[in-house]
C-alpha cells in the first residue's frame, strides 16, 4: 500500500488551509498540525485499505486561556478541509522536546490505494 503519499496528501490539505502541519515531529513548531499514523486496514485483495490517522493540533504552552484560543484556531481552520472520522479528543498532550503541549486530536480516515 502506497502510505507516504496518502500521508503527504493529508499534510498538503491542511497546509493549503494555512496550517504549518508535517508528518515529522522533528519539524514542528507550535502552533502547528502533525499527522500521525495510528493503523493501517487491508480491505481489498488488490492492496486498497483505509488509513487511520491522528491529526493533532498542538499549541504553544503559554497558559490554559491563550492554549485554548491557539487550538480553537488551529480546529476552525482544519475543520475547513477535513472531516473528523469519530469525536474530536480536547484533553490531548504531544510530547516534544519542549515538553508535553496541549493538544487536540482528530481521528481521520483516508483511503490508500495499492
Known sequence: MKLAPALQHVVAVLQGAGLTADTDTDKLQPPCVWVAVDKLRQETLDGGGAL????????????????????????????????????IELDQGVQTSAGILPAFKIPLTVEVGK
Open 52 to 87: 487511520d490517522l491522528s491529526v493533532y493540533l498542538i499549541a504553544r504552552a503559554t497558559g490554559y486561556a491563550d492554549e485554548i484560543h491557539q487550538l480553537q484556531e488551529l480546529l476552525d481552520k482544519a475543520l475547513t478541509v477535513i472531516s473528523p472520522d469519530g469525536d
